[in-house]
Antibody
Framework: QVQLQESGPGLVKPSETLSLTCAVSGDSISNFYWSWIRQPPGKGLEWIGYVYHTGNSDYNPSLKSRVAISLDSSKQRFSLSLTSVTAADTAVYFC???????????????WGPGHLVTVSS | DIQMTQSPSSVSASVGDTVTVTCRASQDITTFLNWYHQKPQKAPKVLIYAASILHPGVPSRFVGRGSGTHFTLTITSLQPEDFGTYYCQQGFRSPQTFGQGTKVEI
């Protein structure tokens, strides 16, 4: 069973950088897409981006200028960096695996429990 | 971006009822449509992918249909554990986008 666990600060000051890490266990981090998704309190889900095990990445255009996702295969983890944060970035941040079936379908199959990050001075 | 619109935004139902949630895409996404269920303070769980394929372990009372721009998720014989919020998500084109959610209250 694949397990994911987010970690990082729960409070970030405005204009600073939000940094989170997702530890993956139960399967190799190779050969999959690894995503970050966020959910503001009481609101819906927003895809932030993903990184492939090769290091290739794709980001939501709404955040692309501020976001970077990296992967460390040797440590079985991947990370999120979001710069110049504002109160609008306050959310629960989920890491998730974006799985591809052998018939070409994609979906988020394993998720971390989520990590609340509050942006406030 | 492809916009996903769900209806209704919330629904109240009783155990044993049948509930249908609708999801509409702003453009043709063929069958690149997934459904998730989220309970409060928990991560979402995938129910259905490719519009109609049940993820392993998901009960058969969950049925997904549709293609193109119109999709439905039907829950027959509603159970107490089915309360929560349901989201559709398109995987046809980046950025992956979600519907705003449908809250099912038992």
């Amino acid at each position: 069973q694949v397990q994911l666990q987010e970690s990082g600060p729960g409070l970030v000051k405005p204009s600073e950088t939000l940094s989170l890490t997702c530890a993956v266990s139960g399967d190799s981090i190779s050969n999959f897409y690894w995503s970050w998704i966020r959910q503001p309190p009481g609101k819906g889900l927003e895809w932030i981006g993903y990184v492939y095990h090769t290091g290739n990445s794709d980001y939501n255009p709404s955040l692309k200028s501020r976001v970077a996702i990296s992967l460390d295969s040797s440590k079985q983890r991947f990370s999120l960096s979001l710069t110049s944060v504002t109160a609008a970035d306050t959310a629960v941040y989920f890491c998730a695996r974006y799985f591809e079936t052998n018939t070409g379908w994609y979906f988020f199959d394993f998720w971390g429990p989520g990590h609340l990050v509050t942006v406030s001075s | 971006d492809i916009q996903m619109t769900q209806s209704p935004s919330s629904v109240s139902a009783s155990v044993g009822d049948t509930v249908t949630v609708t999801c509409r895409a702003s453009q043709d996404i063929t069958t690149f449509l997934n459904w998730y269920h989220q309970k409060p303070q928990k991560a979402p769980k995938v129910l259905i992918y490719a519009a109609s394929i049940l993820h392993p372990g998901v009960p058969s009372r969950f049925v997904g249909r549709g293609s193109g721009t119109h999709f439905t998720l039907t829950i027959t014989s509603l159970q107490p554990e089915d309360f929560g919020t349901y989201y559709c998500q398109q995987g046809f084109r980046s950025p992956q986008t979600f519907g705003q959610g449908t809250k099912v209250e038992i």
